[in-house]
């Protein structure tokens, strides 16, 4: 079974950074795409940034030049680093695996992340 553990949420105030961490398990990252989504309270979940098999990256338009997400293939984790943090950026943060062949999506259980002064 596939595991995806995301660690690194918490409190933090307006402008300060936080990095997540989405450690993998039973899987190689470097083989899938992995994302970050988030969904704030009361707002559908959202790609926040994705990073493919390539290594080609895309970002939401709200966190670019703010987030960075990247790949320790030695770790097996991903990592989302989140730098001038605003109150908008609340949210549980998910970690997720795709794969279009073949067919595979798996989701972590979230870590929150609250911006707040």
């Known amino acids: 079974q596939v595991q995806l553990v995301e660690s690194g949420g918490g409190l933090v105030q307006p402008g300060g950074s936080l990095r997540l961490s989405c450690a993998a398990s039973t899987i190689i990252v470097r083989i899938y795409n992995m994302a970050w989504y988030r969904q704030g309270p009361g707002k559908q979940r959202e790609l926040v940034a994705r990073i493919t098999t390539g290594g080609w990256i895309n970002y939401a338009d709200s966190v670019k030049g703010r987030f960075t997400i990247s790949r320790d293939n030695a770790k097996n984790t991903v990592y989302l680093q989140m730098n001038s943090l605003n109150p908008e950026d609340t949210a549980v943060y998910y970690c997720?695996?795709?794969?279009?062949?073949?067919?595979?999506?798996?989701w972590g259980q979230g870590t929150q992340v609250t911006v707040s002064s």
């Open positions: 997720n695996a795709a794969r279009d062949y073949p067919p595979f999506n798996s």
